[in-house]
C-alpha cells in the first residue's frame, strides 16, 4: 500500500520490451535505502516489484496486463518518474490509500494557474469517472491529489507550488497521458452494493440520505 506522497523523481536508464512485457531499470536515491529484492515500489502510481539492486538503480518487471492499463507503455529511456516505497506500518499518513493498481489512462487536457496553484484537468473515459467525486481523493501518476471539480468527461486537479516541484507534474504538458487510480473505498462500496445476498439490507439509499450520507 502506497499513500501518494511521492519520495524522489527517478530516470528511466534501460527498457527491455519483451512481445507483451517489458523489464525496467530505473536510476534512483531516495527509495534504494532499506529496499530489497522483492519489495514494492510505485513507478508513475504503479506497484512494481524489485527483482534487482544495484548501488544506483533497480530492476523491475511489467507484465502483459500493466502495460496494457496503464501510461508505462509510453516510457523511453530517459523519461522521468514517479518513486514511492510501500508505506511501513509505522509512518505517516500523509495523502489517501492508493494500492497501485491503475485504473486507467487520462488526458491532460488542459493546465492552467490560479495564483499560485496549478489546475489540471483529465479527461478519462467513464469507468474511470464514475468513482471520480468533487472533494474525493485521486492518485495521478502516484501522486494524492484532491479533485477539485468534475464534469460528464474530465475532472480537474489544483495542485499546490511544492508538489508540482517535487513529482515530475512540472514536466507535463497538454496531451501528455498520466496513469489514474480512483479512490478504492468506493470501489468496494460500489461492489458490496451491487452483491448484496438475497436478504434485504437495512442500508438503502434513503437510509443514508437521512444520516447524512
Known amino acids: 500500500m502506497f499513500t501518494g506522497i511521492i519520495e524522489e523523481i ?3 536508464a534501460m527498457i527491455q ?3 507483451h512485457s ?3 531499470k530505473i536510476q534512483a536515491q531516495t527509495v534504494l535505502a532499506g529496499t530489497k529484492t522483492g519489495d514494492s515500489i510505485a513507478v508513475n ?5 524489485v527483482t534487482e539492486l544495484f548501488s544506483d538503480s533497480f530492476k523491475a518487471d511489467v507484465m502483459h496486463e500493466t502495460l496494457d492499463r496503464s501510461a508505462l507503455a509510453k516510457l523511453v529511456c530517459g523519461s522521468r518518474v514517479n518513486l514511492e516505497r510501500a508505506m511501513p506500518a509505522d509512518g505517516r499518513f500523509g495523502g489517501h490509500i492508493v494500492a497501485g493498481h491503475v485504473d486507467g489512462v487520462g488526458r491532460i487536457a488542459r493546465i492552467r494557474r490560479d495564483d499560485t496553484a496549478v489546475w489540471y484537468t483529465v479527461e478519462a473515459d467513464s469507468g474511470v469517472l464514475r468513482y471520480v467525486v468533487e472533494k ?3 492518485a495521478l501518476d502516484g501522486i494524492s491529489l484532491t479533485v477539485a471539480d468534475v464534469t460528464s468527461n474530465n475532472f480537474s486537479i489544483s495542485a499546490i507550488p511544492h508538489t508540482v516541484r517535487q513529482t ?4 507535463r504538458r497538454e496531451g501528455d497521458l498520466v496513469n489514474v487510480e480512483t479512490d478504492v473505498v468506493g470501489k ?3 461492489k458490496l452494493m451491487c452483491t ?8 438503502t439509499r434513503a437510509f443514508l440520505t437521512e444520516h447524512g450520507f
Open 136 to 138: 474525493g481523493s485521486v
Open 10 to 12: 527517478g530516470t528511466v
Open 188 to 190: 468496494y462500496i460500489e
Open 17 to 19: 520490451r519483451g512481445q
Open 196 to 203: 448484496t445476498p438475497q436478504k434485504k439490507s437495512a442500508i
Open 22 to 24: 517489458a523489464a525496467l
Open 168 to 171: 515530475v507534474l512540472h514536466e
Open 45 to 49: 502510481g504503479v506497484c512494481l516489484t
